[in-house]
């Protein structure tokens, strides 16, 4: 069966602490990795990732893919308290006939 | 605005009303998603819509949820003799193109409160 796996489940730090977040994957007609950013009620997205070994930064936040060893991982930097949220990564198939998968989520909290 | 809107944004029912809920996708973007959260639970996909047909409804929890979408634009989200279980955020999300090479815009979502 197809899933996303994430780690950690949950994550308090400090400000200005950095974090890397887990995402790895079992997922047949792989395509392409999403991550989003969760605060109340919708998803932000942050970044797509489609070929492994190339860094996506926005900012303080980077993300890479691993294809071959089927994970991911995003990192922010100097942790701010806004950052507090629930991270999420979503594996787009190849097919269109096959469901988008999204992994359990990473809840953080940046304390002052 | 630019972005994908739903409404409403608040809906509070009696178990056993019909409910609808609607999306408006961003203009131009092809395919629509829906998915629900559930209090404590993750992300689950219902449906997506490459323009008005939806290839796969096994998503869909029962057979009192469907879906369509007209003119490849708005789509509407119907739940039959709502339960409490139905309870969630139901969001919605578009994309430019074919599912899997397009990133998937999300709107604010429709909070649904089934007492």
């Known amino acids: 069966e197809d899933k996303v796996v994430q780690s950690p489940l949950s994550l308090v730090v400090h400000e200005g602490d950095t974090v890397t977040l887990n995402c790895s994957y079992e997922?047949?007609?792989?395509?392409?990795l999403l991550w989003y950013k969760q605060e109340k009620k919708a998803p932000t997205f942050l970044f797509m990732l489609t070929s492994s070994g190339i860094e996506k930064k926005s900012g303080r936040l980077s993300s890479i893919l691993d294809k071959k060893e089927l994970f991911s991982i995003l990192n922010i930097t100097a942790t701010q308290t806004g950052d507090s949220a629930v991270y999420l990564c979503?594996?787009?198939?190849?097919?269109?006939?096959?469901?988008?998968?999204f992994g359990p989520g990473t809840s953080l909290s940046v304390i002052p | 605005g630019a972005g994908v809107s739903q409404s409403p944004s608040n809906k509070v029912t009696e178990k056993g009303k019909d409910v609808e809920l609607r999306c408006d996708p961003i203009s131009g973007h092809t395919a629509l998603y829906w998915y629900r959260q559930s209090l404590g639970q993750g992300l689950e996909f219902l449906i997506y819509?490459?323009?008005?047909?939806?290839?796969?409804k096994s998503g869909l929890p029962s057979d009192r949820f469907s879906a369509e979408r007209t003119g490849g634009s708005v789509s509407t989200l119907t739940i039959q003799r709502t339960q409490q279980e139905d309870s969630a955020v139901y969001l919605c999300a578009s994309s430019l193109g074919m599912l899997g090479t397009d990133t998937q815009y999300f709107g604010p979502g429709t909070r649904l409160t089934v007492l």
């Open positions: 819509f490459q323009g008005n047909s939806a290839p796969d």
């Open positions: 979503a594996v787009l198939p190849k097919t269109s006939y096959d469901k988008v998968i």
């Open positions: 997922v047949t007609n792989f395509r392409s």
